[in-house]
């Protein structure tokens, strides 16, 4: 990996806004993004709709290394194509979310989406959005942020997003679904959910999301990345 490419690192659990604060300082920025949990859920909708057991780390990650996929737009969100057909709906629901956590564990899928993941770092710059982005993927990234919020505020941040999408959602379930991906994530035995060393932790359960894109583009700024001022 090329320390000559500027790239950062916003790793953190779902519902810290990490997704939102990324898209927004590689906009302002006018660097390359990576949703890398925007891949694992492809990969899981990919593992599931071959008729692959998601449990079946090898099958998983073989179907990994042969889909084809496409990402289209300003952010790996914007349009996603598997095998020509538009998934962008289907990669945005709670399942999707669920399938990537549970492939997120297995050694192979992760091994085999790496390569993958690394190949954004490009001109000019890159923004990389994940939980292991600065502690495995991008080690040597020169900013590292790791953002996270307490779980009960990250559920009333989904229930709001969902709601928001025309689809239902209770409380109690979501925060449920999130203790579980926490404990998940957190407790893998490859690359756990964790705040690299070097790493800059910002708590944003009593933040504004503007607060938060403040506070991280001021990072930005402070480590000698750019020299953009805004």
């Known amino acids: 990996m090329s320390r000559q490419i500027p790239h950062c690192t916003i790793d953190g659990p779902s519902g810290v806004g990490k997704g939102t ?64 057909r538009d998934i962008t709906a289907d990669v945005r629901e709670e399942s999707a979310a669920m399938l990537a956590s549970r492939i997120a564990v297995f050694p192979e899928v992760r091994d085999a989406l790496l390569h993958a993941q690394r190949a954004f770092l490009q001109p000019p710059g890159l923004v990389a959005d994940g939980r292991d982005m600065g502690s495995v993927v991008f080690p040597e990234a020169p900013l590292k942020i790791f953002l996270d919020a307490s ?15 025309g689809m239902p959602a209770i409380l109690a379930d979501v925060l449920t679904d999130i203790r579980a991906r926490d404990a998940r994530d957190r407790g893998r035995k490859v690359a756990p959910l964790k705040a690299a060393e070097d790493a800059v932790i910002i708590d944003t359960t009593e933040l504004t999301v503007d607060a938060v894109c403040d506070r991280i583009f001021s990072l930005v700024k402070d480590s000698g990345l750019t020299s953009v001022v805004s």
């Open 151 to 165: 779980a009960e505020e990250r559920a009333r941040r989904r229930c709001r997003q969902l709601r928001q999408a």
């Open 21 to 84: 604060a990324a898209k927004w300082l590689a906009t302002q920025l006018g660097w390359h993004l990576l949703d890398s949990g925007a891949m694992y859920r492809v990969a899981g909708i990919a593992a599931e709709q071959a008729g692959v057991p998601v449990d079946d780390p090898a099958a998983v990650a073989d179907i990994v290394r042969r889909m084809k996929v496409r990402f289209e737009g300003d952010s790996t969100t914007d349009h996603i194509a598997l095998e020509g």
